[in-house]
C-alpha cells in the first residue's frame, strides 16, 4: 500500500487507487499521516476538519470519520485510540513525504561533503515525488496549517539542487530556471545568489548585478531590512571579478580567508 500526499491525497494498493469519500476523509488520512505515528489529538484534527466552528456532536463525528477510513483501508493499516485522539501507523506501507525526507536528507548530506553529482541524483528523485500542489483535494484548514511547511521542504531542495548543478557547471542551462525561481520567490536570497553566479559565469556580469539591486531594493522596501551575508558576499564577488565564483558557492565562502577578493590581484 502506499499513501501520497504531496499532490492531491491519494491511497494505492498496487496499480489500484483505493477510493477515499469525500474531502473529510481525504483530510483525516492526511492530518494522521503528517502526525507521523504519534497521536493527534481530537482538538488538532477538529479544527482541520472544521476549523473555530466544530460541530456539536463532536467526538460522535470524529468517531464516524475514523471508522470509515479504518474500514476503507483495511488491515494493513491500523489506526488506534488513545485518551483523546488517534494514531495510524503505516507499517510496511510507503509513504512519499517519508521519501521524500529521507531522499532530502540525504542529497543536503551529500552536497555537504561536496559529492555534487550524487547529491544532484538524490535531490531530483526526491522532487520527482511532486505530483502537483500539496493537499490539493483537503479542508482549507489542514492546507493552512500544513501546506507552507511542506512547501518551504520542497523550495529548499530545489535550493540544494541548483547549487549542486552549478558546482558541476551546468549554469547555461539554469539561468531561465532561477530566472523564474527568483520571480517565484523574490525574498529568497539563495536563489538570488545563485541566479547572479550563472549570470556571472555567463559573462553576463551587468546582468548579474541588477539582480542584485532588484532584490536589494525590494528587501529595503518591503521588509525594512538589507540583504543577507550570502547575497553580499556574491555581489562583492561579482564586482571585484572574484575567480571565487567558478568555484562552488559552498566552498569559497566556507573557506577561513577565501572569500570574495581573496583571489583577485590588485
Same mark, same amino acid.
Given at each position: 500500500?502506499?499513501?501520497?500526499?504531496?499532490?492531491?491525497?491519494?491511497?494505492?494498493?498496487?496499480?489500484?487507487?483505493?477510493?477515499? =469519500? +469525500?474531502?473529510?476523509? @481525504? $483530510?483525516?488520512? /492526511?492530518? &494522521?499521516?503528517?502526525? #507521523?505515528?504519534?497521536? !493527534? %489529538?481530537?482538538?488538532?484534527?477538529?479544527?482541520?476538519?472544521?476549523?473555530?466552528?466544530?460541530?456539536?456532536?463532536?467526538?460522535?463525528?470524529?468517531?464516524?470519520?475514523?471508522?470509515?477510513?479504518?474500514?476503507?483501508?483495511?488491515?494493513?493499516?491500523?489506526?488506534?485510540?488513545?485518551? =483523546? +485522539?488517534?494514531?495510524? @501507523? $503505516?507499517?510496511? /506501507?510507503? &509513504?512519499?513525504?517519508? #521519501?521524500?525526507?529521507? !531522499? %532530502?536528507?540525504?542529497?543536503?548530506?551529500?552536497?555537504?561533503?561536496?559529492?555534487?553529482?550524487?547529491?544532484?541524483?538524490?535531490?531530483?528523485?526526491?522532487?520527482?515525488?511532486?505530483?502537483?500542489?500539496?493537499?490539493?483535494?483537503?479542508?482549507?484548514?489542514?492546507?493552512?496549517?500544513?501546506?507552507?511547511?511542506?512547501?518551504?521542504?520542497?523550495? /529548499?531542495? &530545489?535550493?540544494?539542487?541548483?547549487?549542486?548543478? !552549478? %558546482?558541476?557547471?551546468?549554469?547555461?542551462?539554469?539561468?531561465?530556471?532561477?530566472?523564474?525561481?527568483?520571480?517565484?520567490?523574490?525574498?529568497?536570497?539563495?536563489?538570488?545568489?545563485?541566479?547572479?553566479?550563472?549570470?556571472?559565469?555567463?559573462?553576463?556580469?551587468?546582468?548579474?548585478?541588477?539582480?542584485?539591486?532588484?532584490?536589494?531594493?525590494?528587501?529595503?522596501?518591503?521588509?525594512?531590512?538589507?540583504?543577507?551575508?550570502?547575497?553580499?558576499?556574491?555581489?562583492?564577488?561579482?564586482?571585484?571579478?572574484?575567480?571565487?565564483?567558478?568555484?562552488?558557492?559552498?566552498?569559497?565562502?566556507?573557506?577561513?580567508?577565501?572569500?570574495?577578493?581573496?583571489?583577485?590581484?590588485?
Amino acid at each position: 500500500m502506499e499513501f501520497r500526499i504531496l499532490g492531491p491525497v491519494q491511497v494505492r494498493d498496487g496499480a489500484v487507487e483505493i477510493p477515499l =469519500q +469525500g474531502a473529510k476523509q @481525504r $483530510t483525516v488520512l /492526511a492530518a &494522521l499521516l503528517m502526525a #507521523e505515528d504519534s497521536y !493527534l %489529538a481530537d482538538t488538532e484534527l477538529s479544527w482541520f476538519l472544521w476549523g473555530d466552528h466544530p460541530p456539536a456532536t463532536l467526538s460522535a463525528q470524529l468517531y464516524t470519520q475514523v471508522s470509515r477510513l479504518r474500514r476503507r483501508l483495511g488491515a494493513q493499516v491500523a489506526i488506534t485510540r488513545r485518551a =483523546q +485522539g488517534y494514531r495510524l @501507523r $503505516t507499517g510496511a /506501507a510507503r &509513504l512519499d513525504f517519508g #521519501e521524500f525526507q529521507q !531522499l %532530502a536528507a540525504h542529497g543536503q548530506s551529500a552536497l555537504g561533503a561536496g559529492d555534487y553529482r550524487q547529491a544532484g541524483g538524490l535531490l531530483r528523485d526526491a522532487l520527482v515525488l511532486w505530483r502537483g500542489p500539496v493537499l490539493a483535494n483537503v479542508s482549507e484548514h489542514l492546507l493552512r496549517a500544513e501546506g507552507p511547511a511542506l512547501e518551504e521542504a520542497r523550495v /529548499a531542495v &530545489l535550493a540544494g539542487l541548483m547549487e549542486a548543478d !552549478l %558546482a558541476l557547471g551546468r549554469h547555461p542551462r539554469l539561468v531561465p530556471a532561477l530566472t523564474r525561481l527568483v520571480a517565484r520567490h523574490p525574498v529568497h536570497e539563495r536563489f538570488r545568489a545563485q541566479l547572479m553566479t550563472a549570470l556571472y559565469r555567463c559573462d553576463r556580469r551587468a546582468e548579474a548585478l541588477a539582480v542584485y539591486d532588484r532584490g536589494r531594493r525590494l528587501l529595503v522596501g518591503e521588509l525594512g531590512i538589507e540583504p543577507g551575508a550570502l547575497l553580499r558576499d556574491v555581489h562583492r564577488a561579482v564586482l571585484a571579478s572574484d575567480p571565487c565564483l567558478h568555484r562552488p558557492l559552498g566552498q569559497w565562502r566556507a573557506g577561513a580567508g577565501d572569500g570574495p577578493g581573496a583571489g583577485v590581484r590588485h
